[in-house]
Every structure is written in structure tokens, then in C-alpha cells.
T-cell receptor, first 113, second 117 residues
Framework: EAQVTQNPRYLITVTGKKLTVTCSQN?????MSWYRQDPGLGLRQIYY???????DKGDVPEGYKVSRKEKRNFPLILESPSPNQTSLYFC????????????FGQGTRLTVV | AQKVTQAQTEISVVEKEDVTLDCVYE???????LFWYKQPPSGELVFLIR??????QNEISGRYSWNFQKSTSSFNFTITASQVVDSAVYFC??????????????FGKGTRLHILP
């Protein structure tokens, strides 16, 4: 089954404790991206990747890192999480870049206390 | 810079009524794509439609239809004979495709639609 898989689905952590949210897709898509969803703000793009070893900032990259060492994986790293990073996070992939249909993961609800 | 405005934060209609969700966009690019995504109460995001800037034909898919008007920079979404299963948050999005594009996508803030039985 074609899918984008994020883990974990739910995470509660403390301020400053490094964490990684994993994202994997099995569709051989080149474009992958991360979003955060906050009430009243909609979806905002954090980082995106056009292909292996190619990543770039979205609109809200501060406090996040990503890597794309393999085509299928695109982890989101929070080196020192803060409470303002409490949010619902989505990973997505698409075959032909940002201008094609995106397939989203199930979401990760992160709470930083 | 690109921008997407969904002015309707929340809409409630009674089942079987028609409802239109508005989307207004801004872009300097002449080549761009517009999207609609649905987020039902279960939380996942589901693609509904993609339209490129050169195709102004309206699209109909069952009870769903989309009206793209470049003259007003709008890409509105209409649900005919709404059903309770249509209750969701709907997002409009824009990506630019010209030579100077930045490969980003901008989403609107979403419209929460309640269909009342």
C-alpha cells in the first residue's frame, strides 16, 4: 500500500530534550516536506526536500533541522524543543515536486512542556 | 510573495444545502498551481483537486465543483447537496511554477465546515 508513515503519532517531551520525528514513504517520491498545523494558522511549511541531499527552508524553519540521506526518509529533528513548538506535524511526499498531489502522513501531535 | 486567503473560518449548514468555500490567492507568477485538501475529523489530509493557472475550466466531480477565475484570483469550492460526511476542515493551497519559483507551497488557514443533520 502506498503510504507516508510518521512516527511517533503522539509525543510529550520536556523543553530542551532533543527529539526526532521520522517520516518514510514507499512511493519513490522525490519531493518531501514537513508542515506544522496550529489553530487559526492553518498549515505552514517547515522544510522541504527536492531530492536526496537537497533540502531547503520553508516558511517556519526556526528551531528545526531535517536531513535527506535516503530518498524514502525525511526525519524532522528538534535539537532543543520549546513549548512554542507544541503542534501537530505532518510529513508529505509528492512525485513531481511541490506542484503535484501531496500524500500526507497521519500526523504527529507533539507537546513540549 | 504568494498568499492564500480563506476568509471563512467556520461555516455551518444544514444537510442537503449547497455551500461554497472561498479561496483568494496572490502570486506574481504567471504559472502556478492551486489545490484543495480535506481534513476530516479523523485528522488525515486528503487531496481533492489540482488546477494549473492555464486551465480555467470549471471542474465537477460528483457533488463537488470548483470555480477558478483568474480575473478575481479566486478558486472557490462548492459542495452541492451537502452531507454530514462532508464535515471537515478544507484547505486551499498555492504553489508557483515559474522559472523563479522557490518550490514552496502556501496553504490558507482553512475553513471548518459543519454539516448539521
Amino acid at each position: 500500500e502506498a503510504q507516508v508513515t510518521q512516527n511517533p503519532r503522539y509525543l510529550i517531551t520536556v523543553t530542551g530534550k532533543k527529539l526526532t520525528v521520522t517520516c518514510s514513504q514507499n512511493m519513490n517520491h522525490e519531493y518531501m516536506s514537513w508542515y506544522r498545523q496550529d489553530p487559526g494558522l492553518g498549515l505552514r511549511q517547515i522544510y522541504y526536500s527536492m531530492n536526496v541531499e537537497v533540502t531547503d527552508k520553508g516558511d517556519v524553519p526556526e528551531g528545526y533541522k531535517v536531513s535527506r540521506k535516503e530518498k524514502r526518509n525525511f526525519p524532522l529533528i528538534l535539537e532543543s524543543p520549546s513549548p512554542n513548538q507544541t503542534s501537530l506535524y505532518f510529513c508529505a511526499s509528492s512525485l513531481g515536486g511541490v506542484n503535484t498531489e501531496a500524500f500526507f502522513g497521519q500526523g504527529t501531535r507533539l507537546t513540549v512542556v | 510573495a504568494q498568499k492564500v486567503t480563506q476568509a471563512q473560518t467556520e461555516i455551518s449548514v444544514v444537510e442537503k444545502e449547497d455551500v461554497t468555500l472561498d479561496c483568494v490567492y496572490e502570486t506574481r507568477d504567471t504559472t502556478y498551481y492551486l489545490f484543495w485538501y480535506k481534513q476530516p475529523p479523523s485528522g488525515e489530509l486528503v487531496f481533492l483537486i489540482r488546477r494549473n493557472s492555464f486551465d480555467e475550466q470549471n471542474e465537477i466531480s460528483g457533488r463537488y465543483s470548483w470555480n477558478f477565475q483568474k480575473s478575481t484570483s479566486s478558486f472557490n469550492f462548492t459542495i452541492t447537496a451537502s452531507q454530514v460526511v462532508d464535515s471537515a476542515v478544507y484547505f486551499c493551497a498555492l504553489s508557483e511554477a515559474g522559472l523563479n519559483r522557490d518550490d514552496k507551497i502556501i496553504f490558507g488557514k482553512g475553513t471548518r465546515l459543519h454539516i448539521l443533520p
